[in-house]
């Protein structure tokens, strides 16, 4: 296992109308490993294309990314990803979802119901692995996700919102379990959100993006991460300093969508 | 061309006065045994279901599921109304009045050429339809006048011409004719009503004998719900042209099976070979998306003329049926995957035989079921049609056979025969989807 770094990643492409995009330009990243990041940004700010970029579903314009000594050059298990949903394979129990990675790779089978069955006890599903995906709620759900992601020790797990479509209390029960997954498994782990407190709670590491073109804006470093791994998530959001941080970030994004609105209006 | 038009279009009018009319004795009786079913019901204390506390049901799809009460009342009435219509001796008593069978008789007046008048009686025996060994009227000896009285032997619902002066004193001579039936005058083209009859007097000054027919059903038309199953009964022990009922039936199911058998064998493939490669895709799509919506029917001439009446002419129509539909279901089953299932299985290792095979495949199996259901209806209703053009074996041949001797109840049998399998393919294949793709429509 190794850092990651984004070295210098521009994205443009065409539209078919005629004209070029911008989604992303001149990223530099240096993630260490273990890092718990989290990327906040307007819509359109080219965050959903530089996780694409980072899973190999998308190959950058220019730049590179290395994953240790090795170039990024598409999809692999070393970089799991977990979805915001609809990603489960439905004809599958819970048990064979999870086990899917280990099996790909030929792992024999006693191992991977091993395997299946630690991750079963650490996203709290241990009943469930018999239980096909449909008979499961969106919080199970992205239980199984993120166990199906675990299951092949990749070096840096992402996130594309993976939260985003739970209701408020489920969304704070996974917001721990994620916190207590870095803390017990030394992930680097990137997440992509749209909530400001979500990205405040969940990133060691909080990058700000900004749109047209796409590019980092502010880099934070907070201790909240730290300090909500297996406590109340809802005493961490008191700490002095949270309330303060969730309005300077909110302002500065509300400042970009305005921005981009009105170039529209008048465009 | 516009007189045909016109025709055409009057036809229709009057089509949809009929079929209105079907429908509202049709609907006439629902309403009719859905008020009775309701009024016997409403004295009973009823579980209160979930669905049955919805206040608001017309417009919620859901909670409208079809009543089996119903379902069971509208088959029966279909069967009342054959009955009905046929004159079926299942019926307790006849609804409609029956055709008249028996003796009549009525008498005509004649003038000869001299101007004298005289009148002769007819006897008139209306036998069953087919009985040939019916007891025959005898021509009486003699009678008084110049017109002698005459018989006439008659079968049910047919007419016979009677020529009443042939026999008559100088009924031969020119200007000798029939004036009057039972006292009312009569001329050319004109009927008169006589008991459980009319008679008519053709253009050629004959009387023709027409006994009452009423206003069901001939046989002919429409046989009644017991000669068919007899009729079933004798196809089921003994076959029809020296073929088994079954084994009619065994040809059609094999050249379907097989049909449909290598449809698939070679549709899928191609459908995900469409589905995922963008060369391929363009390869195929103009033939695919040119015969797609040719129907089957319209290839079996070319069929016939490239592989002749034969088993590999009807089975190849038939594979012809199902590729384009099994393409294009195999097709639609891969762009129906989520992208990200495709993405998450690639992040998990996946290589692409373990994507086709563990993500695409079971992800378009619900897509793959739809268009098998779809492509054994059309295989189904191609071969019946085929075994029509040429066959010596088969459903749809035996129904063609049997009409050509106007053997109505054979073919009412085989249309039967054909709708339940037809159904029975397509409530196995919604087992095996259910079986086989236990999360469509959930999730």
Request: charged share 20%; aromatic share 8%.
């Amino acid at each position: 296992m190794s850092g990651l770094i984004v070295d210098d990643v521009s994205m443009t492409f065409e539209l078919p109308g005629g004209g070029n995009v911008e989604a992303l330009k001149n990223i530099k990243l240096d993630i260490k490993e273990g890092e718990l990041i989290s990327v906040l940004g307007p819509s359109g700010c080219g965050k959903t294309t530089l996780l694409n970029i980072l899973a190999g579903f998308l190959a950058p314009t220019g730049g590179e990314i290395m994953l240790g000594e090795h170039r990024v050059i598409g999809p692999s298990s070393e970089r799991g990803m977990v979805f915001q949903q609809g990603a489960l394979f439905e004809w599958m129990n819970v048990s064979k979802n999870i086990g899917f990675g280990p099996k790909m790779k030929g792992t024999p089978q006693a191992e991977i119901n091993n395997r299946v069955t630690e991750l079963l006890d650490i996203v709290g599903l241990q009943e469930f692995g018999q239980k096909m995906i449909y008979e499961l709620s969106g919080g199970m759900q992205q239980r199984v996700a993120l166990a199906r992601c675990l299951a092949n020790d990749p070096d840096v797990i992402l996130m594309d919102e993976p939260l985003g479509a739970l209701d408020a209390l489920t969304r704070e029960k996974m917001q721990s379990l994620v916190l207590d997954i870095w803390k017990k498994t030394g992930k680097t782990i990137i997440l992509i959100t749209h909530s400001v407190e979500e990205a405040l709670l969940l990133g060691e590491r909080l990058i700000v993006m900004a749109p047209r073109p796409g590019r980092i804006h502010k880099q934070y470093y907070l201790p909240f991460a730290e300090l909500g791994v297996g406590a109340d998530l809802r005493v961490v959001k008191q700490h002095e300093d949270f309330g303060p941080k969730r309005d300077e970030i909110l302002n500065m994004i509300w400042d970009m969508e305005e921005e981009i609105m009105g170039r529209t209006e008048s465009a | 061309m516009v007189q045909e038009l016109i025709d055409v279009l009057v036809t229709t009018f009057w089509m949809v006065i009929g079929i209105t009319l079907i429908f509202a004795i049709f609907l006439g009786v629902s309403a009719l045994v859905y008020y009775v079913w309701n009024f016997i019901n409403s004295k009973k204390d009823q579980m209160r279901g979930y669905a049955s506390l919805k206040t608001v049901t017309f417009g919620d799809e859901s909670s409208v599921t079809a009543n089996r009460v119903a379902s069971v009342a509208g088959v029966v009435t279909v069967f009342l109304i054959w009955m009905i219509a046929t004159g079926s001796n299942l019926l307790p008593f006849k609804i409609l009045p029956v055709p008249f069978i028996g003796d009549t008789q009525f008498e005509y007046t004649a003038t000869n050429v001299a101007g004298e008048t005289d009148s002769a009686k007819v006897q008139v025996r209306v036998t069953k339809f087919g009985d040939t060994n019916a007891e025959k009227l005898v021509a009486p000896e003699t009678s008084d006048g110049f017109a002698k009285d005459d018989v006439v032997m008659v079968q049910e619902r047919r007419a016979k011409l009677l020529r009443a002066q042939n026999n008559d004193d100088g009924g031969k001579e020119k200007g000798y004719r029939v004036t009057a039936v039972n006292g009312q005058p009569i001329d050319k083209n004109q009927t008169v009503e006589i008991e459980n009859g009319t008679v008519l007097m053709t253009g050629a000054g004959s009387l023709q004998v027409r006994p009452y027919t009423g206003p069901t059903m001939e046989a002919l038309y429409l046989p009644p719900p017991e000669q068919v199953w007899t009729r079933f009964l004798q196809l089921n022990a003994e076959g029809y042209q020296g073929v088994g009922l079954w084994e009619n039936v065994m040809w059609s199911l094999i050249r379907v099976v097989l049909g449909f058998f290598l449809g698939c064998l070679f549709g899928i493939p191609l459908g995900f070979a469409m589905g995922l490669n963008s060369w391929l895709r363009g390869w195929f799509d103009p033939i695919v998306e040119f015969m797609r919506p040719v129907p089957p029917l319209a290839l079996i001439p070319l069929v016939i003329i490239w592989f002749g009446i034969g088993e590999q002419g009807k089975v190849s129509l038939l594979f012809l049926a199902a590729l384009w539909i099994m393409i294009i279901g195999a097709r639609a089953g891969v762009s129906g995957v989520n992208i990200s299932k495709v993405h998450a299985a690639y992040s998990l290792g996946a290589t692409k035989s373990q994507l086709l095979s563990k993500v695409i495949l079971p992800n378009s199996l619900p897509e793959i079921f739809t268009a098998a259901r779809v492509a054994m209806g059309v295989c189904w209703g191609t071969v019946v049609a085929a075994e029509l053009v040429a066959a010596e074996k088969g459903a749809g041949k035996m129904i063609i056979a049997a009409s050509k001797f106007q053997l109505t109840d054979i073919v009412i049998i085989g249309i039967i025969i054909i709708g339940v399998i037809g159904f029975g393919i397509d409530v196995l294949m919604r087992v095996a989807e259910n079986k086989l793709v236990t999360w469509k429509g959930r999730g």
